[in-house]
C-alpha cells in the first residue's frame, strides 16, 4: 500500500513478498515479475513475454526428443526380440537354408567316421609309441646312413697316406 493513508494499492506485478512497493510513490522495491516493467510495473514487456514463450518452447521441444528416444528405443528392442524368436527353438528343418542343412549333413557325415572304441579297448598308448618310433626310424634311417658313408669316407681317406 502506498500513498496518503496508505489509500492505494501495490501493483500486482510488483516482485517480492506481498508485491511490495515504495510506501510514497509505489514503485515496486524488488522490482518487477518477468513480463513487466517501469516503477510500477505496470505496462508488459516484449522482452518478458518472448522468454517466457521461448521457455516453453524449450521444454516442448525436450518433450519432443524424450519421447521420439523412448519410442525408437521400443521399436529396437521390439525388432531385437523378433528376430531372435524367429532363430529361436521355434524355427524348424522348413527354416534352414541349403547351406546350413549341407553343413549339418557334413557334421553327421564326419561325426559317423569316428572310430567307436567303447567295446574293444587296445592299448592305445602302447600302439601310439610304437607308431611314433617307426616314424622316427623312417625320418632318421636316411640322415644315419649319411652319417655312416660320410665316416666311412674319413676311414678311408685317412687310411691311404
Known amino acids: 500500500m502506498f500513498g496518503v493513508n496508505c489509500s ?33 510495473c505496470e505496462s508488459s514487456s516484449l522482452l518478458g513475454q518472448s522468454k517466457k514463450r521461448t521457455e516453453t518452447n524449450d521444454l516442448a521441444l525436450l518433450l519432443k526428443y524424450l519421447i521420439a528416444v523412448i519410442g525408437l528405443t521400443f521399436a ?35 561325426l559317423g567316421d569316428i572310430p567307436d572304441y567303447s567295446e574293444a579297448k587296445p592299448d592305445l598308448d602302447n ?7 617307426s616314424t622316427k626310424e623312417q625320418q632318421t634311417a636316411p640322415l644315419l646312413e649319411l652319417v655312416l658313408a660320410s665316416l666311412k669316407g674319413n676311414e678311408q681317406k685317412q687310411e691311404e697316406p
Open 8 to 40: 492505494e494499492n501495490c501493483s500486482k506485478n510488483c516482485r517480492g513478498p506481498n508485491n511490495a512497493c515504495n510506501n510514497v510513490n509505489g514503485s515496486c522495491i524488488f522490482g518487477c515479475n518477468d513480463g513487466y516493467q517501469g516503477e510500477r
Open 76 to 110: 529396437a528392442c521390439l525388432l531385437m526380440s523378433t528376430a531372435y524368436n524367429a532363430g529361436g527353438e521355434e524355427a524348424g528343418p522348413e527354416f534352414m537354408t541349403n547351406e546350413e542343412e549341407t553343413a549339418g549333413n557334413q557334421l553327421r557325415i564326419h
Open 127 to 133: 600302439r601310439f609309441k610304437q607308431e611314433w618310433i
